[in-house]
């Protein structure tokens, strides 16, 4: 790194401007022309990436260098010349899945098929199961308290009830957060309850992102006053597993993982095959059989190559 050159995160992508946040304040910056050459699979550089720019002024500067990145979370674009690797944030300290508890249902499946993302990604997941004032703990504990059972933290919140909010607030802080749940689930109204208008202005990328054309989609972190930043995004249904065989999918969910090691054969799928021990596991209860059916159709996926939904 030159002694002129600074380090900072991008914070914000629009098309091919960087907002870059260094210790010496933010920069609008543009990615030097060599970094653009040869053939592309994937975002050169995204929001969250870390990079070291040189100041062209006081506002402006270039992307020198973008630094290697710990994780990411990313969905595949389909091209004439290929898949292309979107990434949508990187460097994510957590993954944050927002999930209420009613109105709407929760979709379990789904949240499986994020959780395995974030295991894949090496990327620690917390779960928040809002609205718990339409379901009662007791309620919400019937769909959540599985994920409990396997070592996810989750955070049980209502903003009508004020629960849970100080909670995840004190979760969120420090840390760059990647927020992801459905539609109507309430990330807006709990963001707002952290920080007031952080769930406004999320839901004003969001909305654009939805609208706008791949030329014009632009992605931002969102400051939070105690530290860290949130990012948001749409499209959970385009997030998929990069480069995944069939074979890897049982060690992305915990519990299976964990039982596997006593099969009798190393290859086994966890289907029919006599001596599973995962199929013992979850006689006995200790794996849910809603998250073993979300395995099966994982795998059958990965098999076949045929959508998730």
């Known amino acids: 790194m030159s002694e002129d050159n600074l380090r900072g995160r991008i914070i914000r992508a629009q098309s091919g401007f960087f907002v870059v946040a260094t210790e010496e304040g933010e920069y609008s910056c543009k990615l030097r022309g060599r970094l653009k050459q040869g053939p592309k699979t994937g975002d050169i550089v995204a929001v969250g990436d870390w990079v070291q720019i040189s100041r062209q002024d006081e506002e402006k500067g270039m992307i020198e260098e973008v630094e290697p990145r710990r994780n990411m979370i990313y969905r595949m674009d389909p091209r004439p010349q290929g898949e292309y690797q979107q990434i949508i944030i990187a460097n994510p300290d957590q993954a944050v899945y927002v999930y209420s508890c009613a109105e709407p ?144 999918v049982d060690g992305y969910f915990p519990e299976i993982h964990e039982a596997l090691m006593n099969c009798r054969f190393s290859n086994c799928a966890h289907r029919d095959e006599p001596g599973c021990a995962v199929k013992e596991a979850i006689e006995k209860g200790e794996i849910h059989p809603e998250r073993y059916q979300s395995y099966l159709r994982m795998r059958k996926v990965e098999e076949e190559k045929i959508p998730w939904f």
């Open 105 to 248: 249902e929760p979709r379990l499946r789904m949240l499986d098929r994020l959780l395995v993302v974030a295991e894949k990604e090496r990327t620690p997941a917390i779960i928040v199961a809002n609205k718990v004032d339409l379901t009662g703990m007791e309620g919400a504990r019937e769909y959540f308290g599985r994920y409990e059972k396997i070592g996810y933290p989750v955070i049980y919140t209502s903003v009508e009830d004020n629960q849970g909010i100080e909670e995840l607030g004190e979760t969120l802080a420090g840390k760059v957060s990647f927020l992801a749940g459905p539609s109507g689930a309430g990330k807006s109204s709990l963001l707002n309850a952290i920080q007031p208008g952080l769930g406004l202005a999320v839901r004003g990328v969001s909305q654009a992102t939805k609208k706008g054309r791949h030329t014009t989609v632009f992605r931002e972190l969102f400051p939070l006053e105690k530290g860290g930043y949130v990012g948001d995004t749409p499209g959970l249904k385009a997030l998929d597993l990069w480069d995944t065989t069939p074979e890897e």
